[in-house]
């Protein structure tokens, strides 16, 4: 597992601790925790306006391509 050093402010790094003391485990275990959520929503959330894109495009394609360049990040 690698090991990485972040900035926090003072308050975002005592409410972590609260977090992990209220959950008897580590200050790494709970920003694993949060980390996961956050990527696992986005990638839901990616996932789903995918779908409504493309069950809004006709049976051969339309403009699909179109759609789907346009939910890259960064677009």
Do not use: Y
Not at 3 to 8: A, I, P
Not at 22 to 33: F, Y
Not at 45 to 73: C, D, F, W
Request: proline share 4%.
């Amino acid at each position: 597992m690698a090991k990485v050093m972040v900035s926090l402010p003072d308050d975002l790094l005592a409410e972590v601790d609260a977090e992990a003391q209220r959950g008897g485990t580590t200050r790494s275990a709970v920003m694993r925790g949060f980390a996961n959520a956050a990527l696992r929503r986005r990638r839901e959330g990616r996932a789903a306006a995918m779908q409504s894109l493309l069950s809004n495009t006709s049976p051969h394609g339309g403009h699909a391509a179109e759609q789907v360049k346009a939910t890259r990040p960064g677009s």
